[in-house]
């Protein structure tokens, strides 16, 4: 049975990504926030349908929601997830 994404479940990924991953929290909220002049992002929560980020957008704190394309079955598919939207925006990115 999937680790459902409690608040502890979404605190913990949310820690690892803001220290580990800083790069890709930015990365989601300029390919999939609609906001290309972000200079900084925090993702602050996640939930089976999406994830809530606050990013420095033109100098002032905005926050972001990005909807997932299906709802996350527990923690695993949320850390899938997040790879797989990591790697088509970047593809993506580099094909543009």
Do not use: W
């Not at 790069?23 to 390919?31: I, R, W």
């Not at 996640?46 to 994830?51: A, K």
């Not at 923690?75 to 094909?95: I, P, W, Y």
């Amino acid at each position: 049975m999937p680790e459902p994404i409690t608040s502890a479940v979404s605190d913990r990924i949310c820690k690892h990504m803001n220290k580990d991953h800083a790069d890709a929290v930015l990365f989601y909220v300029t390919a999939y926030g609609h906001q290309p002049n972000a200079t900084t992002a925090t993702m602050t929560a996640i939930d089976p349908e999406g994830m809530s980020l606050l990013a420095t957008v033109d100098g002032a704190e905005t926050p972001v929601r990005i909807t997932f394309d299906h709802a996350l079955e527990g923690a695993e598919d949320a850390h899938q997830t997040l790879v797989a939207m990591l790697k088509s925006a970047r593809t993506t990115s580099q094909q543009g």
